[in-house]
C-alpha cells in the first residue's frame, strides 16, 4: 500500500490549505486515519485523526482544522484554515487497518508571518 501525500506549500499566516492523502487501494476498510506533523528540531505529533467511533483534534488546531474522507477517490483530506507560522513543519498520513500501519511521505507546510 503507498500513500502520496500532496497540498502542502507556502502561505502566509491566516491563509488556507488543503492536503491530500491518496491510497493505492480501497480504504474502505481502513479503520483509523490521521494526520501528524514534525516541526523542526520536533518530535512528530498527532493533529488530527479520526476512528468509525471519534475525531480527535490537537487542541492547537481545533477549530481551525478538519480532516476527512472521500473513499471513492480513495483519498483521505485535512483541511487547514487560519493558518498560523507554528503550523509550519512536515504533514505526513497514517492509516491504519488492524495491525498493519502505513504512512505517507510528507509533504511540507510553511506559514509566514
Known amino acids: 500500500v503507498q500513500l502520496q501525500a500532496s497540498g502542502g506549500g507556502l502561505v502566509q499566516a491566516g491563509g488556507s490549505l488543503r492536503l491530500s492523502c491518496t491510497v493505492s487501494r480501497s480504504i474502505v476498510n481502513i479503520d483509523y486515519m490521521g494526520w501528524y506533523r514534525q516541526g523542526r528540531g520536533k518530535e512528530r505529533e498527532p493533529v488530527a485523526t479520526?476512528?468509525?467511533?471519534?475525531?480527535h483534534y490537537a487542541d492547537s488546531v481545533k477549530g481551525r482544522f478538519t480532516i476527512s474522507r472521500d473513499n471513492a477517490k480513495k483519498t483521505v483530506y485535512l483541511q487547514m484554515n487560519s493558518l498560523k507560522p507554528e503550523d509550519t513543519g512536515v504533514y505526513f498520513c497514517?492509516?491504519?487497518?488492524?495491525?498493519?500501519?502505513?504512512w505517507g511521505q510528507g509533504t511540507q507546510v510553511t506559514v509566514s508571518s
Open positions: 479520526a476512528t468509525v467511533l471519534a475525531t
Open positions: 497514517n492509516l491504519r487497518e488492524g495491525r498493519r500501519n502505513y
